[in-house]
């Protein structure tokens, strides 16, 4: 091992990496902002963006179907980023990712309605939501592959639970957004013209993003690498696939996980409180709001756990505390209305066990392949199982009230089992160690 590697390795955490860690953390959150603002205007833009004589619950599938494209989308633009992120540099496309998040945006709130240009309306906003995909695919896998790379080893889970919790607060930062739009304009503003404010914003907000990333430096083990000329020959996705199918299959289950709690507890249920329980918007987002504050303190909790404990017994417990907690959730605001603004942040802190996902991920992949097997595993799982996902909890909707709350209950299963096999890994390492000495 290098003396770099190693000084890397067991160094305290110093200004430098508190730097790095809050402007990526405070970047990726302007950039997830973009991304996920759409989900919390989706009653509004299925108005706008679909013929207004088709059953409600249609035009809601539809909506989501185009807010699934974007993580349609994901892999290409994650396969692409990381495939020149492993090949040129972490920072370059770390920088990349904002440029093509950015535009979308700013081109969403500016677009013709359905009323308007007919057809071309959703087909536009298809497009552009795809575009924001792109870009959501290579920024989400570089920032954990970034920061992990810049911070001592013994520290990696705290820092990709910050950066997680920094993506995190760009979903607040959108409920927050929401929030207000809904306690400032009236429902006939809103719809009139309230509803593109947002994106207009999301527009500035990527500009701040590209601003920041100015300041941050390439990571030390890329750096390292290209200097000794150890950087991967040849396709980086081909090494991934043929040298890290396990790791692949378990970082893919484990974003799975990651997407089930994201998209049906926080992005999914305001709207589901209000059309199914007749909540009113504002005070759906407020408790929105508080849940996903708890659930930016539980992605630095969970992810500074796996600095001191063992991964699987941190995906066991958290896992049930999910399932857990998404059941009382679910069924106690049902039975009474007064409970929202009380256990939807208990909720939302367990699924902060989202940001101890990618500490496993970062550590499944050596170095010269991790960006390529990060990305091509998270996105490629993003892209099937987060975008099906609201789709899937709509048409469950339509025979069982209780649907979202199964399908992250069912969720948090595969958390326990993915749980007990890195618990069985970490077992037979312990146990293999002895024998290397």
Not at 124 to 134: D, E
Not at 241 to 268: C, D, P, Q, R, Y
Not at 384 to 397: E, H
């Amino acid at each position: 091992m290098s003396s770099l590697t190693t000084a890397v390795k067991h160094r305290p955490l110093n200004r430098s990496d508190y730097k790095t860690l809050s402007l990526a953390a405070l970047g990726g959150a302007l950039e997830f902002y973009d991304f996920i603002i759409f989900v919390f205007l989706a009653a509004v833009v299925s108005q706008h963006f679909f013929p207004t004589d088709i059953p409600d619950w249609l035009r809601q599938f539809q909506t989501y179907g185009i807010f699934a494209a974007g993580y349609l989308a994901r892999p290409l633009g994650g396969i692409i980023m990381a495939h020149f992120g492993d090949l040129f540099g972490r920072k370059k496309m770390f920088n990349l990712s904002i440029l093509l998040m950015a535009f979308p945006t700013l081109l969403m709130g500016l677009l013709p309605t359905y009323e308007t240009v007919g057809i071309i309306a959703p087909v536009g906003l298809l497009i552009l939501r795809i575009l924001q995909g792109a870009a959501i695919g290579g920024e989400v896998p570089g920032a954990w592959v970034f920061v992990s790379e810049h911070v001592p080893a013994h520290r990696t889970g705290y820092a990709c639970g910050t950066l997680t919790a920094g993506l995190t607060a760009g979903i607040l930062l959108g409920s927050l957004v929401a929030t207000a739009l809904n306690s400032v304009l009236t429902q006939a503003e809103i719809l009139a013209w309230g509803w593109r404010v947002p994106f207009l914003l999301g527009g500035v907000f990527g500009l701040c993003a590209m601003f920041l990333r100015r300041w941050l430096e390439e990571t030390p083990i890329f750096a390292e690498m290209k200097e000794k000329k150890q950087l991967v020959e040849g396709l980086p996705l081909k090494q991934v696939l043929g040298n890290s199918k396990i790791e692949v299959a378990v970082s893919m289950l484990l974003t799975w996980l990651l997407s089930a709690a994201i998209v049906v507890v926080i992005l999914m249920t305001p709207t589901y409180l209000q059309k199914q329980l007749a909540i009113a918007p504002a005070v759906a987002l407020q408790a929105n709001s508080l849940a996903i504050v708890a659930l930016t303190v539980g992605c630095i909790f969970f992810g500074w756990l796996n600095d001191r404990f063992s991964s699987g017994v941190i995906f066991i417990a958290g896992s049930i505390g999910l399932g857990g907690a998404a059941y009382a959730f679910y069924h106690g605001v049902v039975a009474d209305h007064a409970l929202l603004p009380i256990l939807y942040p208990v909720v939302g802190f367990f699924v902060g066990i989202v940001g101890a996902v990618p500490y496993v991920m970062v550590n499944a992949f050596p170095p010269e392949i991790r960006f390529s097997g990060l990305s091509f595993s998270y996105n490629l799982s993003y892209a099937i199982f987060g975008g099906l996902t609201p789709m899937v909890v709509a048409l469950w909707l339509k025979n069982e009230p209780m649907a979202p709350c199964y399908y992250v209950m069912a969720l948090c299963g595969v958390g326990v089992l993915v749980g007990c096999w890195l618990l069985s890994q970490e077992r037979q390492e312990l146990t293999a160690v002895p024998e290397v000495n």
